[in-house]
């Protein structure tokens, strides 16, 4: 089981079903749920004020990209300039129900994204993304 994910999406709904559908398929410990791009840079920030060793990072952060003020590709801008130290630690997924061919090209291009999953997220998806080479350290 993964340790720690966080999802940040503007919507409170999909964010709690989000969390039913871990939990239900028992893929992570613990949830962290976030409305928006900026609070998790908010976040993140928090956690760089403390020694790497005791940073709370999650795992996985399932991203979504259409979100009103900062989007999710705002976010990556941010997460790459300012949290390098994490890039390592984190890995991005963009959960996402955009079928625009750019979006799920430019995601599959970042170099900090490992995956791009369609909204609603299930079994299929998250089966496929387990067997994830970056995230074989849970398997």
Known sequence: MIPLVMCVDDDPILLMLN???????????KFIKIESAELSLEYFSQQSQKPLSEAVLP?????????????GWGFLDEFAENFQE???????????????PADIEKANKHPLVIAFMPKPMGD?????????????LYQ
Do not use: G, Q, W
Not at 19 to 29: I, P, R, S, T
Not at 124 to 136: F, G, R, V
């Open 124 to 136: 299929k998806e998250l089966d496929e993304l387990k067997k994830h080479p970056t995230l074989s």
């Open 59 to 71: 795992n996985i952060l399932f991203l979504d990209i259409n979100m009103p003020t900062m989007d």
């Open 19 to 29: 969390e039913l559908v871990l939990k239900e398929y028992a893929f992570c410990n």
């Open 86 to 100: 994490y890039h390592s630690k984190v890995s991005i997924v963009i959960l996402s129900s955009s079928v625009n």
